[in-house]
């Protein structure tokens, strides 16, 4: 951009760096969800619908402030119980094109999670995707309850690996025409219980695995010492071991499917009917996060500032009293030809 100073006679130049997002550095699996591909893209709004939970888990990631505190979240923001418009000016701001809806445990705010998805659908159409994480097994009428809302895929986390008490539940959100799958950590100290968890889920309503690295953070790492577990190096959130035993798993079902050995005991299986995915910590802050922070300053950016790789944004600050800043942009626009609209 030049700029043109007409009463001194001169001229200057200065460079006006736009934004700049890179090509996403790969592509999703074929057959990965909806919700997974969305969040790939950094397109889903995580609305945070509360902090209660009726569990414990030693792993929650969960930190302090928003554990077992009822309040929501959208995005990074926090909108006020009930405040749907905040939630869409965030889903604008970000140019949405679904939500996951999470907590805490979101059917602890069941009525609220049925208001947030009817609200979401009437103000964005039926194609803004909603997906909802629960570990509760609630009442079989519930699923259709929740699809009528607008719920679109579900995604049930067992406790301590237990699946038997979620059947009834699965089966009537599969049949209600949701998504339906489970997602957990992998934990590092329960390889046999997970390995047969792929085989108990052969006989499940379930469409999806989604493995989930398993993270140490504030919350849980007291936890995590206890069991022994340490991060796996020193640039990431994850658990020594955890990702190791995901690409196991995943290893054994992709052998699965195309009729080869498994990489371990060289035993030919059965295809298995569901489709497993594993999501690393890594890929969860510098893609996922990364790509959603991208998206949302893309389309919000002011023209004082730069929108860096990594999803922030970058501005120039001068510290100065009120009175005085009128004084200010009219000595930096004489000075550098600063347009008067890139200060304020």
Same mark, same amino acid.
């Given at each position: 951009m030049v700029i043109r100073d007409c009463k001194k006679g001169g001229c200057m130049t200065f460079q006006l760096r736009l934004p700049n997002i890179p090509e996403l550095p790969e592509a999703a699996d074929a057959s990965d969800t909806e919700g997974c591909i969305?969040?790939?893209?950094?397109s889903k709004l995580v609305l945070f619908i509360t902090g209660h939970c009726h569990w414990m888990c030693d792993y929650c990631p969960l930190s302090e402030n928003r554990r077992e505190i009822d309040f929501m979240y959208a995005n990074e923001r926090r909108v006020?119980?009930?405040?749907?418009?905040?939630?869409?000016?965030?889903?604008?701001?970000?140019?949405?094109?679904?939500?996951?809806?999470?907590?805490?445990?979101?059917?602890?705010?069941?009525?609220?999670?049925?208001?947030?998805?009817?609200?979401?659908?009437?103000?964005?159409?039926?194609?803004?995707?909603?997906?909802?994480?629960?570990?509760?097994?609630?009442?079989?009428?519930?699923?259709?309850?929740?699809?009528?809302?607008?719920?679109?895929?579900?995604?049930?986390?067992?406790?301590?690996?237990?699946?038997?008490?979620?059947?009834?539940?699965?089966?009537?959100? =599969?049949?209600? +025409?949701? /998504?339906?799958?489970?997602? %957990?950590?992998?934990?590092? *100290?329960? #390889?046999?219980?997970?390995? !047969?968890?792929?085989?108990?889920?052969?006989?499940?309503?379930?469409?999806?695995?989604?493995?989930?690295?398993?993270?140490?953070?504030?919350?849980?790492?007291?936890?995590?010492?206890?069991?022994?577990?340490?991060?796996?190096?020193?640039?990431?959130?994850?658990?020594?071991?955890?990702?190791?035993?995901?690409?196991?798993?995943?290893?054994?079902?992709?052998?699965?499917?195309?009729?080869?050995?498994?990489?371990?005991?060289?035993?030919?299986?059965?295809?298995?009917?569901?489709?497993?995915?594993?999501?690393?910590?890594?890929?969860?802050?510098?893609?996922?996060?990364?790509?959603?922070?991208?998206?949302?300053?893309?389309?919000?950016?002011?023209?004082?500032?730069?929108? =860096?790789?990594? +999803?922030? /944004?970058?501005?120039?600050? %001068?510290?100065?009293?009120? *009175?005085? #800043?009128?004084?200010?942009? !009219?000595?930096?626009?004489?000075?550098?030809?600063?347009?008067?609209?890139?200060?304020?």
């Amino acid at each position: 951009m030049v700029i043109r100073d007409c009463k001194k006679g001169g001229c200057m130049t200065f460079q006006l760096r736009l934004p700049n997002i890179p090509e996403l550095p790969e592509a999703a699996d074929a057959s990965d969800t909806e919700g997974c591909i969305q969040c790939q893209m950094g397109s889903k709004l995580v609305l945070f619908i509360t902090g209660h939970c009726h569990w414990m888990c030693d792993y929650c990631p969960l930190s302090e402030n928003r554990r077992e505190i009822d309040f929501m979240y959208a995005n990074e923001r926090r909108v006020e119980i009930g405040d749907w418009g905040a939630v869409i000016e965030e889903a604008r701001a970000m140019n949405a094109t679904g939500a996951g809806i999470t907590g805490g445990d979101p059917v602890m705010a069941r009525e609220r999670v049925l208001e947030g998805c009817r609200i979401l659908k009437t103000e964005f159409g039926d194609g803004f995707h909603l997906h909802m994480y629960t570990s509760i097994p609630f009442k079989a009428e519930w699923a259709a309850e929740f699809a009528e809302a607008g719920l679109d895929e579900i995604r049930f986390h067992f406790l301590d690996l237990k699946a038997e008490k979620y059947r009834e539940t699965i089966a009537a959100c =599969t049949a209600a +025409g949701m /998504l339906t799958g489970v997602e %957990i950590p992998t934990e590092p *100290d329960k #390889a046999d219980e997970l390995f !047969e968890l792929l085989e108990t889920l052969r006989g499940m309503d379930v469409q999806f695995l989604n493995l989930n690295e398993l993270e140490i953070t504030v919350g849980n790492h007291d936890n995590m010492v206890v069991r022994g577990f340490n991060l796996s190096d020193e640039i990431t959130a994850g658990a020594a071991g955890s990702a190791e035993l995901s690409v196991r798993m995943r290893d054994r079902v992709i052998a699965a499917q195309i009729g080869a050995p498994d990489p371990e005991d060289g035993e030919v299986r059965e295809a298995y009917p569901y489709h497993l995915k594993f999501c690393t910590s890594t890929y969860k802050d510098s893609g996922q996060l990364r790509r959603r922070f991208l998206r949302r300053g893309e389309n919000t950016i002011s023209p004082h500032e730069i929108l =860096t790789e990594d +999803g922030t /944004l970058v501005f120039g600050s %001068i510290d100065c009293d009120s *009175d005085d #800043a009128t004084d200010w942009i !009219e000595e930096i626009h004489e000075q550098t030809g600063l347009p008067r609209r890139f200060m304020y």
